[in-house]
C-alpha cells in the first residue's frame, strides 16, 4: 500500500512575527550598550551606618594612637634606649681606647661636635646607674641617653657642666634622681680620665640658688622633669661639686644665650609638628584600609596584613610625636 506525500505550504512571516523579532533585536541592543557603556552611578547618599562606621574609624584610630604613645612611652623606647646603651657604650670605649673622645665643644676639624656623639660615661652608685652620655640635649639626642648641654664645659673641667635626662620615657634614665642625698658620689669617666663628685644639693624652681663656685672649681649640674610620669610639673636638678683633679676647661664658642630653645630644660622642637601630623594622618588611614578589608576578606585576613603595617605606622608615627614633646619626659 502505498501512501502520497503531501507538500507542506511555505511558511511566510506575517507582520506579528515580524514585530516580535524586531523587539527581541532591540532588547539585545540596549542590553549590550547597557553592558557595553555602562551610566555612571549616581553619589549614594551618607547612610547612617556609613557615619557610624566613619567615627568608628576614627575613633579607633584615636584610641591605637594613645595606646601606642603609652607603650612607645614606657615600654618600646625602653627597649630602644638598651640597645642605644650597648651601641653607644660600644662606640665610646672605642673612641676612649683612641684617644679621639671629644673633650670639648669642637672636635679635631674644628668643628662643632655633631649632636648624639658618646663624650662620657656617667655612674652614680645609689641608683645603680651607669648611662653614656652624649653630646647635645634635643629630644633626639635624649632618646639614646644622657645628654650634655652644649653651651657648658666637659665633666671634670673648671666650671660648671650640665648633663639632661629624661624622667619617664626611653628608660627613664633620670626617674630616680629625686632619691639622691647630699654626700652621695658619682664619677664620669671622659677623654681626660675619671672625675669624681660628690652630690650637695636637691632644688627645684622657686628653690635658692647655689652659692658660685670658687675660681678652678668643678661642678656637675643634673637636669630632669619633675613630677608625675609624663606630667611635668618642672625641673628638678642635682648639684655636685668635683672632688678629684679639675681639668683646665675647653675654648666655648657656643654660649646659653645661642643655645636653640628645644636644647633647654623642657624645650620642645615644633619643626617636627608637620612630620608627626603627616604620620598620624597616615596611621589613620591604614585604619581605615584595615577595617575594609576586615569587612571584605573577614577578620583574619584583615589582621594578618594590617597588624604589621600597622605596628610599625604606630612606633613611627609615636616617635615622631615624642620628638615634638619636651625634651626631660
Known sequence: MTGTLTALPPVHDDEQTKAVRI???ARLLAWWRRVRYPKPKPPRPLAPRD???????????????????????????????????????????????????PVGQLDVNDDLVEAGTPVALLQIPRLGLSEVIREGTTAAVLRSGPGHRRDTVMPGQAGTSVIM????????????????????????????????YTVFGLRRAGDPLPADGAAGEGRLELITADGPPLFPTGVLYIDATQSTTVQPASARVLTYPALP???????????????????????????????????RWGWRWAWLIGAPVLLAAGVIATTLIVDTLPNLL
Open 23 to 25: 523587539t527581541v533585536r
Open 51 to 101: 557615619a557610624r562606621w566613619a567615627a568608628g574609624v576614627a575613633i579607633t584610630a584615636l584610641s591605637v594612637l594613645l595606646l601606642g604613645f603609652i607603650a612607645q612611652a614606657v615600654v618600646f623606647s625602653g627597649l630602644q634606649h638598651q640597645r642605644d646603651l650597648v651601641d653607644g657604650y660600644d662606640e665610646l670605649r672605642s673612641s676612649l681606647a683612641k684617644g679621639e673622645t
Open 165 to 196: 635626662g629624661r624622667q619617664t620615657s626611653y628608660g627613664g634614665p633620670f626617674a630616680n634622681l629625686g632619691r639622691l642625698q647630699p654626700g652621695d658620689p658619682l664619677t664620669v669617666t671622659t677623654g681626660q680620665g675619671v672625675a669624681g
Open 261 to 295: 630653645s628645644e636644647e633647654r630644660a623642657l624645650g620642645s622642637d615644633a619643626s617636627g609638628w608637620p612630620l608627626a601630623i603627616a604620620a598620624t594622618v597616615a596611621l589613620t588611614a591604614l585604619i581605615g584600609a584595615t577595617a575594609w578589608l576586615w569587612r
